[in-house]
């Protein structure tokens, strides 16, 4: 089986994604896949700050509970309210409509710590 | 290492995700535990179950000996009936559930039970522990690896097995079992199953269970561990183990809301106290409840009385979102005072208290 892992973001090796263009947060799809079927994501509300390596919310399937890590520091701008009524859109695209948090004043140099696209898909083959 | 069934290929070829049950390397899922648990709830789906233990007994005394052994009543059982039944231990603590069946008179031992995966060894001493304390004519042999078990769960479990066989299999009372060969492969059918669905658990020689697979496979979704656990759950049925265990969560059949299957009316291991306990009666219970904010029960979250989430009462054993009703339920054991149906608790979930209600079980 293979894993989209787009080419515009960073990755953590705990499976979480972040996109420089748009400062969005979410995990892989690996992850989701890993995860089965999602059914409750809990987020941290616009305003609040997250630290790179820290967790910063819970994503639960319909058998475990597993939490979630910035990868970045920042600001959350916004948390995808759209999750609450469909958890499933972390399944259909992790990428896409399934993200979990919209950032603000990320470092410049944040992704230094983050590996790249061909990293991640190195560690998950 | 973990054990492995003989399907252990067959679940690797359909890229199924595993994991570690009860020492037994398990598919969890093949496609998706929601799509596997839908199918059973609306038309049929087929586990894998052999690891489950199955061990016989035969002799002249081994009525007795089942009997001495478990809680419900082994002479309501004629050749070809089924029990659900508890084992405890002196304490009246729940060491284990199983069924019980009374073989027909054909076979070769008389009777067979099914202790929970992990449990066999365990249940293998105590039992022929028992035996030589009371000095019984019985043998307790272990067939576990002799045979294979598959469970057929779902409304058109019926059809699946007709299309299969010669033998009238649809005409099974629930909790009856007989003799039938299935797609060719000689099996002990009954009309058992941990879904809530109507459906069967076929039991056959070990060298044959990958053939009725596949033949099974055909006409039905396989399903794995997840989706068993969530159909039980939405039933309120018990999982040995973890909605009680006799060494971390130590519990009664009164308890355990399973006092259906205890007749006092025999002398078994456990009697006294059990019949102590039911008539002081028990100072907590297990009951299923349903969460009325967001989030998920989960096995360990405590139960609290006041929405502060302060006055622990109980806590949770186990707990899911249900895929049939898509809300969030929880069993577990709270106070008595708080355990009928409509009651409002509260159950903290990292830290914050969520609403929930009492509610009976089924859930579904």
């Known amino acids: 089986m293979t894993f989209d892992v787009p080419d515009d973001c960073y990755y953590l090796e705990s499976h979480e994604w972040y996109r420089p ?34 967790q910063f919310g819970v994503v639960e399937s319909i058998k475990a509970v597993s939490d979630i890590y910035a990868p970045v520091d920042g600001e959350v701008v916004a948390a995808n309210e759209g999750l609450a009524d469909r958890p499933e859109l972390v399944n259909d ?11 603000d004043g990320v470092p410049d140099d944040a992704t230094d710590a983050l590996l790249t696209p061909a990293e991640y898909r190195e560690q998950i083959e | ?89 002196e304490d009246g603590v729940v060491v284990d559930d199983t069924v019980v069946y009374r073989l027909p008179a054909d076979a070769d031992a008389d009777y067979l039970f099914v202790p929970n995966a992990g449990h066999v060894d365990e249940a293998r001493s105590r039992w022929t522990a028992v035996r030589d304390e009371r000095g019984l004519d019985a043998t307790v042999r272990d067939v576990s ?104 969560n130590p519990r009664t059949p009164y308890e355990a809301g ?49 929405p502060d989430g302060e006055r622990l009462i109980g806590e949770l054993t186990s707990g899911t979102l249900s895929p049939t009703l898509d809300e969030p339920i929880g069993l577990g054991y709270v106070d008595v005072a708080y355990a009928d149906a409509g009651t409002t608790v509260h159950v903290v979930v990292r830290g914050d208290a969520k609403r929930a209600r009492i509610t009976e079980t089924p859930f579904v």
């Open chain 1, 21 to 54: 263009a748009d400062g969005r947060v979410g995990i892989t799809d690996f992850a989701q896949d890993e995860l089965g079927d999602v059914v409750f994501v809990e987020l941290p509300d616009a305003g609040a700050a997250v630290a790179a390596g820290e």
């Open chain 2, 1 to 89: 290492m973990a054990s492995r069934t003989p399907l252990y290929d067959r679940h690797l070829a359909a890229e199924a995700t595993f994991t570690e049950f009860a020492g037994w390397e398990m598919p969890v899922r093949y496609e998706g535990i929601r799509a596997e648990h839908e199918a059973v709830r609306s038309s049929v789906g087929l586990f894998d179950v052999c690891h489950m233990g199955r061990l016989e007994v035969a002799g002249s005394d081994a009525r007795a000996l089942v009997s001495a052994l478990t809680t419900n009543d082994v002479d309501e059982l004629d050749p070809g009936d089924a029990q659900y039944s508890l084992e405890t231990d």
């Open chain 2, 145 to 248: 690896d002799e045979r294979g078990m598959l469970a057929v769960q779902g409304p058109d479990a019926p059809d699946v097995l007709a299309d299969r066989t010669d033998a009238s299999v649809a005409d099974l009372p629930r909790f009856a079992a007989r003799n039938a060969a299935v797609a060719d492969v000689e099996c002990f059918v009954s009309r058992t199953g941990y879904t809530g669905e109507d459906g069967f658990e076929l039991l056959c020689p070990a060298d044959d269970v990958e053939r009725l697979w596949d033949d099974l496979a055909d006409a039905c979704r396989p399903c794995g561990l997840g989706a068993r656990d969530t159909l039980r759950m939405e039933m309120g049925y018990l999982l040995s183990g973890q909605d009680f265990d006799p060494e971390t």
């Open chain 2, 258 to 306: 399973v006092g259906f299957a205890v007749d006092l009316d025999h002398d078994f291991v456990g009697r006294d106290a059990l019949g102590r306990q039911r008539e002081m009666g028990v100072e907590e219970c297990f009951v299923g409840l349903v969460l009325e904010e967001r989030g998920v029960p989960r096995h360990g979250y405590a139960v609290a009385a006041d």
């Open chain 1, 93 to 103: 695209d992790p990428f896409g409509e399934g993200w979990f948090l919209e950032l």
